[in-house]
């Protein structure tokens, strides 16, 4: 069986000598969360969480993701995000990272949520106002719910049809939009 691997802490609590001269893990308690080194990269986990992602060898997907392979039968394996190991969901309920870092697995920045309201927090592209198009040379603003969008208008201006989208986006989904 592999070493776990390396864990360096953000908060920097002093390291517990290891038996043998092994000085690459043992956070002491009080630590929020400790950065653990994983293939291709690192990631963030609370401290209460390292005993159970522990025991898996994890990498990072080429979508970012923080994930493991598992054997789910003699012939097929597929895929655990570690984000769902740390905060169970049934199917149909998205995990959203709220501050979009996909390597950030701490449970204070995940939440359950469904697929409609997951896609409203998702970024804007850059260089893009959310929630608005231009067409015809006008802008417009719309604001996609369950499953269907709701057109808001045609502005002069990009920000004009960004602000009617925040607007729209506080009153019928009751916070704010994301950037």
């Not at 002491?28 to 080194?37: D, K, R, T, Y």
């Not at 923080?66 to 597929?78: A, D, E, H, L, W």
């Amino acid at each position: 069986m592999l070493p776990p691997p390396p864990i360096t802490s953000r908060t920097t609590p002093p390291r517990l000598p290891l038996p043998g001269g092994d000085q690459s893990g043992a956070v002491v308690a009080g630590c929020e969360w400790v950065e653990v080194q994983i293939t291709g990269g690192s990631c963030r986990v609370d401290t209460e969480d390292l005993a159970l992602v522990n025991g898996y060898r994890w990498h990072i997907t080429s979508r970012g993701y923080v994930c493991t392979t598992i054997r789910v039968s003699p012939t097929r394996q597929t895929q655990l995000p570690m984000h769902r190991l740390i905060l169970p969901a049934p199917l149909g309920v998205d995990v959203h990272h709220k501050n979009h870092d996909r390597t950030d697995n701490r449970r204070g920045n995940l939440e359950q949520t469904t697929r409609s309201r997951h896609h409203y927090k998702r970024r804007s592209k850059p260089g893009h106002l959310k929630g608005t198009g231009f067409d015809r040379g006008r802008w417009y603003a719309r604001l996609g719910m369950d499953g269907k969008q709701k057109h808001l208008g045609r502005f002069d201006t990009a920000e004009e049809a960004h602000e009617a989208y925040c607007r729209a986006f506080r009153k019928y989904i009751g916070e704010e939009p994301t950037a």
